[in-house]
């Protein structure tokens, strides 16, 4: 939620509302290291909170159940979990099929916002630059891959994680060497004022993510299932020495994984950058989608879906009942209890591992 | 005559009052705190082979432990510092419990989870913590009489370098050290010769805790102030890149990577903007090009015969 800047903030490029509070950030985009102009930042309490459409908002109070409330909950958490969805689907397709978990997929959502950002500064139309931006994402998941991951892989797990770490702080430098740490805007054909059907208020962006969701998930089965590149790249995942031996081009599949999982995290960012804004800090999102593939056993694509919608609707039950703190320990709760009591996931089966 | 080259180098950092500014004098304290926070990291990254991205979380639970003991409880820093990194030593024991069973990756999870975790812990206990506003924090005492003087401050912040790299070395060459080693290299053949896997496990995060924690206390002090946003996951592969650029297991390599990558920003003046954009290369071409870092490359020269044990498989092609 990005607020306008009240004039004494003026010498600082963004107040936000932080998970908690609000916090000011200067140029470099850090916190001042004093506490001078925090100390004059209200509290939170007493700030007016807008929409998505500018309009203020009472803040978010401790709401009181009932059939309304419950099922209006229930859409914002489904919404807000197929964010998360995808996210998790894009850390799990590359997962599956070359053991690697992409850590810097939250700065590839960055990446695919900012290449919109470009493209609609050319004058393009939302649905225009969506198309061009995957094709784009798709290319810079290859070459991801083909240049860095590739010469890492079979080495070990450490190497891979940091790598894929350091490759997200090199994108998202990159980006704030260019644009610092300011907020654009996107527009977008499905921003507009929520609408009412009986008694629940819709929101025709959550209603677009929802549908993204479910489409992309519809033709990832579709092209799992039933198109040949998609065999070939189950059976890679399977084992991909076998895979190689019955004449499959494991390297291809590992670089079409990569470029796949890339066109997601685009999509996620494109999708977002209209509601939230484009600034570096979208990355964060990749905790989400590590939270839901890891409740999903991270090898199965369904569960990184499921996964995703429940830990948004945990999030947004909890966020409305128990407050944002709340809220915010949700996701690292779930994440640390799952790894600590079913580490193969609510729905995976323990494999057995060759010694 | 092994000890020559230490004291040599001990004396000519000791020396660093007699002829630098206050602000290189607080540079070479950063290098020093980032030399006892590498020192522990290299036990468990490099030695144990376990991922931790919640070292800077160790380093906070050290920092705002000594200084909510002394602040709040009203004790010499010099007895609130021990004691909040013993207190980390325990929380490390707390994260390196899930380690026991998991590895790699998920680890990597655990630890991330932790770390924003502490990060949301600090930020929503302003009254304890100060919130995102941090704390600041005053120059300890010794026997009532403050600690006003840079050098004598500096000559502290280098003692207890000296003594994390002499305790870190021997703790590398102990009986912990070696099982440390064969966990890394193969925890099924480690238990099998009668290594208690799972407890050498959290023994390891205990001890790269009570380092993390023991800096941070320093670190209080020799800031003079602290915030959350200095311990998150971008200070955490901070951490990572020194003992990856110095040498995975290697106590020298914790020490050149340490001090190169606190040199680094200062090298680089006038070019603050790209000091992320910097990091980030280095990290990911030592990855890639420097697989044993740079005490692997010194290694290879045929001049250059360190006494100590590294790495001896190649990074690649390990299990």
Redesign the interface.
Known sequence: MILPLPPPWKDLKRVEL????L?CRNR?G??P???RH??KIPDKRRLVFRDDNGSAQTPPAVAKMSWQVASQLALSGLSIGSIYALVGLALVLPYKASGV?N?AQGEIVTLGAYAGLILANFGLPYLALVPITLLLAAAAGALIERV?IR??M??????L???T??????I???I??HWQDNTFTLDAPFIGAPFRLGPLRLNPAYLVFVASMAVIAGALSAFFFYTKFGKAMRATALDAVAARLMGIETGSVFASAWALAAMLGALVGLLLAPVIGINPDMGQLI?KG?VAA?IGG?SSLGGAVAGGILLGLLETYAGAFWGA?FK??V???V??LI??AR?EGLAGTSSARR? | MRATIPILAFAAVCSVPLFATSYYLYLTELAMINIIIAAGLNLL?GNC?L?SLCNASFMAAGAYGTVLLVNQGGISWFAAMPAAAFLTFLLGAVVG??AR??????L???T???L??VQ?AI??SPDFT?????LKVARPELFGIPFHSETALYLLVVALAAVAVFAAWNIQNSRFGRAFDAVRQSP?AAQAVGIPVARVKLLAFAINAAFAGCAGGIFAIVAG?I?P?EFGV?ES?KH?TFI?VGG?GSVVGSIIGAVLLTALPEALRGT???S??I???I??GS??FM?RGLVGLLNKLPAWKLSERTRKEP????P
Request: hydrophobic content about 50%; glycine content about 14%.
């Open positions: 932080s998970r908690s509070g916090s470099l850090r916190y290291a004093s506490s925090c100390g978990v850590f860095v010469r890492m079979g080495g070990p797990e450490f190497t994680v940091i790598g770490f350091a490759i997200g702080i090199v998202k430098a990159l704030r060497l905790l590590l890891v991270f703190t915010n320990l996701p690292f709760a994440l640390i790894l600590m580490p010694v | 990254s082979g991922i419990f899930p069973r998991l590895s790699g990756l998920y990597a999870l655990v991330l989870g932790f924003e975790l949301i930020e929503e100060g919130g995102i506003r941090g099924f102030f915030d946003t971008l592969l990572i990856v995975l603050q903007e790209y992320e954009l990091y980030g290369l990290l990911l990855l890639m697989p990074a690649h092609g390990a």
